[in-house]
Nanobody, 123 residues
């Protein structure tokens, strides 16, 4: 019943910017925290950024703090990840995720997942 569709990933040069989008169709109209994860080849999936149901709380991994911004538009059922000053180590598949409730978004216990979008940062 749930569907999360990411878009916006592409090849960019270091220092450039990119914005990812995720359009979510979820089982109910209740509150959901949402997040972006990423996974590079041969590495574990990690939480990049999270946002609470009403955008009141955000979380960022240390590796992206100050460079990435997560936001959401509940009327459009969409979450965004603005990525600035991209580095080669940002290269990964980026996944959109959601979980029901009002809890803090800074955990990895997300319930619903998209299929991912590839971001490659290389000169």
């Amino acid at each position: 019943q749930a569907q999360l569709v990411e878009s916006g990933g592409r090849l960019v040069q270091p220092g450039n910017s990119l914005r990812l989008s995720c359009v979510a169709s979820l089982p109910t109209d209740s509150a959901y925290a949402m997040a972006w994860f990423r996974q590079a080849p041969g590495k574990e999936r990690t939480l990049v950024a999270g946002i609470s149901w009403n955008s009141g709380t955000t979380f960022y991994a240390d590796s992206v703090q100050g460079r990435f911004t997560i936001s959401r538009d509940n009327a459009k059922n969409t979450v965004y990840l603005q990525m600035n000053s991209l580095k080669p180590e940002d290269t990964a598949i980026y996944y959109c995720a959601a979980k029901p409730g009002y809890a803090s978004p800074d955990t990895v216990d997300y319930t619903y997942w998209g299929q991912g979008t590839q971001v490659t940062v290389s000169s």
